[in-house]
């Protein structure tokens, strides 16, 4: 489990975030959703150390982050985050064997046992047969498999992931998310993700954050929090929710003055899989 209590960070004078309290459990996917600039990628980083908040307290697994070090942080909490894979001139296999580094000893190479671990989480992301192919020429969704199998052969149970579905078509976004969402439940993994597309995350998370100028301004199921009653006035959009068999989609229009007599349809987002 991670929770935060009570989260402020600031850039110089410029405050980012500012008493954000979270918990996320293990066999959850908690949602982090705002508009841009409302602090999710921060506060995402915040719960990892690579930024060290102002006030407040992060724990895991009821152990104080700031009091962990740098090799046991990586062994409990791995990290997907948005990267340029053109500058990552590896084999498949050398970019998840990465994540065997916090259990080996500096300028250690690879044992037999880290090979095995590296294949297992290929084989666990359904990216075995790409173990021998460059990195730098998979399509977007093999790519996004492939640093999520390296974040599962660090072997933590936490999991955070930073738009993880970021230039992305559909199809691969919900490959990606369902991927995610099967480590939650199946594998009881903790799992932390940063989300823009709204639709998904009410479709695979089981809890949602929303933030506005660094601020909760909701939380909870993603029923109870992605209504036009809390998005309209953090994304200054009108929002629709049409009732699905197995949830919702929302809808959204920009907001415009209307001339007497006229009509304008919302714009649905791209319909979720099934």
Excluded: W
Aim: charged share 20%.
């Amino acid at each position: 489990m991670i929770s935060a209590t009570g989260i402020g960070f600031s850039y110089g004078s410029r405050p980012i975030l500012s008493g954000v309290d979270l918990a996320a459990p293990h066999g959850q996917v908690l949602g982090l959703v705002g508009p841009n600039g409302s602090g999710k990628t921060t506060l995402l980083r915040t719960l990892h150390h690579s930024l060290v908040p102002r006030t407040g307290s992060v724990l895991i697994d009821g152990d104080a982050l700031r009091g962990l070090s740098a090799r046991e942080i990586a062994r409990r909490v791995a990290v997907v985050v948005q990267e340029s894979p053109g500058d990552l001139p590896l084999l498949v296999s050398d970019m998840v064997l990465l994540g065997r580094t916090p259990h080996r000893s500096v300028f250690a190479r690879a044992t037999d046992a880290d090979d095995a671990v590296a294949a297992e989480a290929l084989d666990r992301v359904g990216a075995l047969h790409l173990a021998d192919k460059p990195f730098d020429g998979l399509s977007g969704g093999e790519r996004q498999r492939v640093l999520i199998a390296r974040a599962l052969a660090q072997e933590s149970t936490h999991l955070l992931l930073d738009e993880p579905t970021n230039h992305l078509d559909v199809r691969y976004q919900h490959e990606v998310l369902d991927l995610v969402r099967d480590l939650a439940v199946n594998a009881h993994h903790t799992v932390v993700v940063v989300l823009h597309d709204l639709n998904l995350a009410a479709a695979y998370c089981d809890q949602v954050l929303l933030l506005q100028s660094g601020k909760v301004v909701a939380r909870g199921a993603p029923d109870v929090v992605l209504t036009a009653e809390n998005l309209e006035p953090v994304y200054e959009v009108d929002v629709r929710r049409i009732p699905l068999d197995d949830g919702f989609q929302l809808a959204f229009r920009p907001r415009r003055p209307r001339t007497q007599g006229a009509r304008s349809t919302p714009h649905a987002a791209p319909t979720r899989s099934a």
